[in-house]
């Protein structure tokens, strides 16, 4: 253009040509910086939006881990891995947009022409200066990246094995492919002359790969935790009976299987009439599906579930079988529609009843071990607990969880309280009064068995001295003569002596020993003592030699 000889007007129109040239190309560059701003603030608004999107997965998270932590706690940690990978290169790329903004002299105030925008935005040396060029020996792009590939691997590597091959995030950072046979480097390509603005709209570039990046593996981990699968997390062997009471010589009957339950949510049980629903001919309902929450006549409210298992609890009132139906509710993860599971179950209510058997009688004997065996109907042994209330105690055999001893110690009535844990609870199963008595007195003997009555002399000079027996008593309860006075009475003389213990002085011995036909002996003013400790004056004894 500017070679040969030219005219005057020829070299004019030459030099317009130049200028107005360069102006279009000015022009174009204006149009393609303002471009690289928009898109800037374009991706700058994605970024917010993907970082609220992302919020709200952590919170289905934090609402996981409180209903179900078991089954999302491995999940939920692989989660916050992911957070922290995206947040560290976030971090990084928000602090190289930061130093080209450092460098540009800062953002054009409101206001001025492409306000909003860095001043130096066309400078094209500022990012070549910071991602290519060597600064302190590194080039500042390599290691940029570097942090990229090194934050896509290390988020894959939160994706399960199986899904990993096929699992796609936007995070790379790839080497680009040769041009002309000649390889460039990635900070080159990707940096080298690029505007300022422009170099700005690539770091926000890879914010936004970051946090979709996130935003993929997170949302992914939240599905595998089956938030709306119905799932099966734990196995039991159950037992369903008809009754788990039964008569001596009645047959008991129950199924036994193995449960599938998920201990981490609780199953949504409802009572109410299950008419409606097909019922087979073996007894048990055919599911449903429907469209509404519930089926029609149903409550609202819940039955109450712990552990995977709903719990069934009611307060027994009349007496007889009492009949009890509900659904349980799940939800199909496909369709959104709920799928209602029948169920029909009956218990016997009956009267409170106690059994209190005393081994002996129906009466406590003041002093000695009164065995009482105490039972309640369908209730374990060791959950029966029996009290004495009165003038007494009652303790239990250790021997046998059944048998108790009770020790009275005043004469009057005293009842045995029965208590009984049921369910987890203790419940009044009722009461038995006793009355309370005195052993009865004995009777006085020689300690030979004589009674009085007629007696040969050589019979009662074998007796010894006098002792004090209970005739036809259940317990063994005994007594010991602890004084009594011997009357003799022989040809219209009386003599007599007392003795202390139930053994005959000398005297006795001599009155015994020379008594003859019609001569008396009278045994009285007899005081023994039993195992209340109370003295007792018993009858006397009259004997007549022949």
Partial sequence: MAGGKLTPRQKMINMMYLVLTALLALNVTNEVLNAFHLVNEGLQSSNTSLTSKNGDIYSAFEKQMRDNPAKAKDYNERAQKARALAKTLDDSLAAYKVAVIKEAEGVIPPGEAEEGDIKRRDDIDIATRMFVEEGAGVKRGKGLQKMINDTRKQLLDLVDPADKATFKISLDAPDPKAEGGEKLAWEFKTFNHTPATAALTILSKFQNDAISSEGSVIEYLIKKIGATDFKFTDLSAKIIAPTSYVLSGQQYKADIFLAAFNKGTDPEIFEGPIGSFVKNKDGSYEPKVLDTELPPGFSPNKMKAEGGFGKKEAIGAGVGEKTYTGVIRVKDPVTSKYKFYPFEGKYQTAPKAVVVSPTKMNVFYIGVDNPVEVSVPGVGQNDVNATLNGAGTL??????????????????????????????????????EFRIKRIPDPTPSTNGGLKGGSAQPGIMKGQSGIAAKLDNFDFDAKFKVISFRMYYSSKGEIY?????????????????????????????????????????KLGQVTFTIQ
């Fill in 395 to 432: 303790k239990k055999d250790p021997a046998n969880p059944a048998s108790y001893i009770a020790n009275v110690t005043a004469s009057g009535k005293c009842t045995i309280d029965v208590n009984a844990k049921m369910d987890g609870k203790v419940q009044a199963m009722g009461n038995k």
């Fill in 496 to 536: 007599y002596d007392d003795a202390q213990g139930p053994v005959f002085t000398a005297k006795m011995k001599g009155y015994i020993d020379r008594c003859r036909a019609k001569d008396i002996i009278i045994i009285d003013d007899i005081k023994a003592v039993g195992p209340d400790g109370q003295p007792r």
